[in-house]
């Protein structure tokens, strides 16, 4: 007995003597180029930029926040991405189990007829009944780190699942509050086309008064009636895209569509201060960047099992339980057995399948790295995209301010000019129509440079904290 104790002993002392030796890779982060990563002629004086401010101090509209924890609560995709953190935090308990043995037990009862003429039918009458009740127990022990970077693994998973998660809350942050202030933009420019339709009704009463007084003809009567029909489809296309827009935005909020409760466009006041900090910070802030390491450093464990099949395994299998052939001795100390198994497994010719293991995982480490770069430079360019996109607005907006103020005196001094036969009635629709346009263009204006401070929030990572 102690001679066999002896011997286990040493089996294991040996195991932990290889592993002082082999053992698995710790994960570093790779260098990557987190530097300037985006373009912009303000230069970042410290770390502090727009993705620190919470999503509540940015949109301060009371019918706004009210949409987005809404949209944060019943919005399908977040859903989802709650119950894939359920299932990956139930492996993560299954890779923290890995150093437990497993155990099973098993009640049996064999029935074996033998042969009369048989050594032992002969003695057993032919048939011998076997009751049995046993306990297996197994363990490998950890040499290589397989176990340990399996439940690194797990926990990378799990990690990932909810920066992913946070991903979705940001874009859904954003998608709900940019749907919001197009639809107040949409209202706006309804708002706008309806006054404009009265104009244009009213226009036409002038016009068939200067018809009647000689001063014009037919054809500047149906050019204006025709002009009053195209600011009608104008206004018919607002309705139907607010319409399309509540729709979207209903499913967006995760409900079936119905009439969005808002505010007014004028009544919007975003005080962002725009400030991009460090592109550094991406790596840190940016969900989607986060939950890509996170799928390298999973790869990276995964690479580090692959490459522990390679080495031998140590297992200790002991086996015990109680066996007789008569169920009244059944449970009786004489029907006590064990056996226990010890051995070091080193696998030589298996066509292959580890090294084509290992390969496989290196190659998809190596695809989850590149993947994690992508996600960097993405969000770079999604960040420099922003920052230009809000700048030319808002030069635009200047500009086109100044573009309306001068449509709508030309379309005020046409009205005059006519009257006094000093420009023909073409001249006067076209100063109109340019008029309704530019005012048309500047509330568009006015909305994409908003949209744009909603995509440089996104883009630094804000909204998720």
Same mark, same amino acid.
């Given at each position: 007995?102690?001679?066999n104790?002896?011997?286990?002993?040493t089996?294991?002392?040996v195991?932990l003597?290889?592993q002082?030796?082999?053992?698995?890779?710790?994960?570093?982060? #790779?260098?990557?180029k987190?530097?300037?990563?985006y373009r912009?002629?303000?230069?970042? %004086?410290?770390s502090a930029?727009l993705?620190?401010?919470?999503w509540d101090?940015l949109?301060?509209d009371?019918?706004?926040?009210g949409h987005i924890k809404?949209g944060?609560? $019943?919005?399908f995709?977040v859903?989802?991405?709650?119950?894939n953190i359920?299932?990956?935090?139930a492996?993560?308990k299954?890779g923290?189990?890995?150093?437990? #043995?497993?155990?099973?037990?098993?009640a049996?009862?064999?029935h074996?007829a033998?042969?009369?003429?048989?050594?032992?039918?002969?003695?057993?009458?032919?048939?011998i009944?076997t009751?049995?009740?046993?306990?297996?127990?197994?363990?490998?022990?950890d040499?290589?780190?397989?176990?340990?970077?399996?439940?690194?693994?797990?926990?990378?998973?799990?990690?990932?699942t909810?920066?992913?998660? *946070?991903?979705?809350?940001?874009t859904?942050?954003?998608?709900?509050?940019s749907?919001?202030?197009?639809?107040l933009?949409?209202?706006?420019q309804l708002k706008?086309?309806d006054?404009t339709?009265?104009?244009r009704?009213?226009?036409?009463e002038?016009i068939?008064?200067?018809?009647?007084?000689?001063?014009?003809?037919e054809?500047?009567?149906?050019?204006?009636?025709? *002009?009053?029909?195209?600011?009608?489809?104008?206004?018919?296309?607002?309705? $139907?895209?607010?319409?399309?827009?509540?729709?979207?935005?209903?499913?967006?909020?995760?409900?079936? #569509?119905h009439?969005?409760?808002?505010?007014?466009?004028?009544?919007q006041?975003v005080?962002?201060?725009?400030?991009?900090?460090?592109?550094?910070?991406?790596?840190?802030?940016?969900p989607?960047?986060i939950?890509a390491?996170?799928?390298?450093?999973?790869?990276?464990?995964?690479?580090?099992?692959?490459?522990?099949?390679?080495?031998p395994s140590?297992?200790?299998?002991?086996q015990?339980?109680?066996?007789?052939?008569?169920?009244?001795?059944?449970?009786?100390?004489n029907?006590?057995f064990?056996? &226990?198994?010890?051995?070091?497994?080193? #696998?030589?010719f @298996?066509?292959?399948?580890?090294?084509?293991?290992?390969?496989?995982?290196?190659?998809?480490?190596?695809?989850a790295?590149? *993947?994690?770069?992508?996600?960097l430079?993405?969000?770079?360019?999604?960040?420099?995209?922003?920052l230009?996109?809000?700048s030319?607005?808002? $030069?635009k907006?200047t500009?086109?301010e100044? %573009?309306?103020?001068?449509?709508k005196?030309?379309?005020?001094?046409?009205?005059?000019?006519?009257?006094?036969?000093?420009? @023909?009635?073409?001249? &006067?629709?076209?100063a109109k129509d340019?008029a309704?346009n530019s005012?048309?263009?500047?509330i568009?204006?006015r909305?994409?440079?908003?949209?744009a401070i909603?995509?440089?929030?996104?883009a630094l990572?804000?909204?998720?904290k």
């Open positions: 007995m102690k001679r104790i002896y011997r286990l002993t089996v294991v002392a195991g003597l290889l002082s030796c082999f053992s698995a890779k710790t994960y570093k982060r #790779p260098t990557v987190a530097e300037n990563l912009t002629e303000v230069i970042a %004086q410290d930029s993705a620190d401010v919470s101090k949109f301060t009371p019918l706004l926040q809404k944060l609560q $019943n919005n995709d859903r989802v991405a709650l119950q359920v299932a990956s935090e492996y993560l299954q923290k189990a890995g150093y437990l #043995p497993t155990f099973s037990a098993t049996s009862v064999q074996q033998l042969a009369k003429n048989s050594q032992f039918g002969a003695i057993f009458s032919g048939s009944d009751y049995m009740l046993t306990g297996n127990l197994s363990w490998e022990a040499i290589w780190g397989k176990i340990r970077s399996n439940k690194r693994a797990f926990n990378a998973t799990y990690l990932q909810i920066a992913a998660n *946070q991903a979705i809350k940001t859904v942050i954003s998608n709900v509050a749907m919001y202030y197009q639809l933009a949409l209202d706006e706008l086309a006054s339709l009265i104009n009704n009213e226009s036409i002038v068939h008064a200067l018809k009647d007084a000689g001063s014009v003809n054809v500047a009567v149906k050019q204006t009636e025709a *002009q009053k029909y195209a600011t009608e489809i104008i206004i018919a296309d607002l309705k $139907n895209n607010i319409i399309l827009l509540e729709n979207s935005l209903s499913l967006l909020l995760g409900e079936a #569509p009439k969005i409760e808002r505010s007014t466009f004028t009544a006041q005080n962002a201060d725009i400030k991009a900090g460090y592109s550094a910070s991406l790596l840190k802030n940016r989607d960047v939950a390491e996170y799928a390298f450093i999973n790869t990276f464990e995964l690479t580090n099992v692959a490459r522990s099949a390679f080495y140590l297992t200790l299998t002991p015990g339980g109680l066996q007789s052939i008569d169920i009244k001795t059944w449970f009786s100390t029907s006590l064990a056996t &226990v198994l010890a051995g070091i497994t080193q #696998p030589i @298996n066509q292959r399948q580890i090294r084509t293991k290992y390969e496989a995982a290196k190659a998809t480490q190596a695809q790295y590149v *993947q994690f770069e992508q996600s430079v993405t969000a770079s360019r999604e960040v420099s995209d922003a230009a996109t809000y030319n607005e808002t $030069n907006i500009i086109r100044k %573009q309306v103020d001068a449509l005196k030309a379309a005020d001094y046409s009205d005059e000019l006519l009257t006094y036969g000093l420009v @023909n009635y073409l001249e &006067v629709l076209t340019n309704l005012e048309l263009s500047l568009d204006n909305y994409q440079r908003l949209s909603i995509t440089l929030y996104r990572g804000g909204g998720w």
